[in-house]
């Protein structure tokens, strides 16, 4: 019922920004944190960052931290994940996901997510 659906991706230089967009379905959105994930080319789908509800806390993987930003925009039900200085092991399928999990420790984990978009595919040439 509830769906997520990403945007944003695309072919990029090394060291260049892009700026992800997961539009989520009406009325519920605040009652979630929203997660980033990604899966890189061979790679099992890996945990990216997260943020919590309202905005209040936001978390990151540490190789990506300093370079991505996560935010979210719950008036029009939108979460962005803003990259820059984007190098090619960023290249991957970005996925948007959703958790009504009210416990920190399981929101860098794919198991505490109960609705996932369908993925962006990011790819960062050198």
């Known amino acids: 019922q509830v769906q997520l659906v990403e945007s944003g991706g695309g072919l990029v230089q090394a060291g260049g920004s892009l700026r992800l967009t997961c539009a989520v379905s009406?009325?519920?959105?605040?009652?979630?944190?929203m997660g980033w994930f990604r899966q890189q080319p061979g790679k099992e789908r890996t945990y990216v960052g997260c943020i919590s509800r309202i905005g209040a806390y936001t978390y990151y993987l540490d190789s990506v931290k300093g370079r991505f930003t996560i935010s979210r925009d719950d008036a029009n039900n939108l979460l962005y994940l803003q990259m820059n200085s984007l190098k090619p092991e960023d290249t991957a399928v970005y996925y948007c996901a959703a958790t009504r999990s009210w416990y920190m420790n399981s929101w860098s984990q794919s198991e505490a997510y109960d609705y996932w978009g369908q993925g962006t595919q990011v790819t960062v040439s050198s």
């Open positions: 009406e009325g519920v959105f605040t009652n979630y944190t």
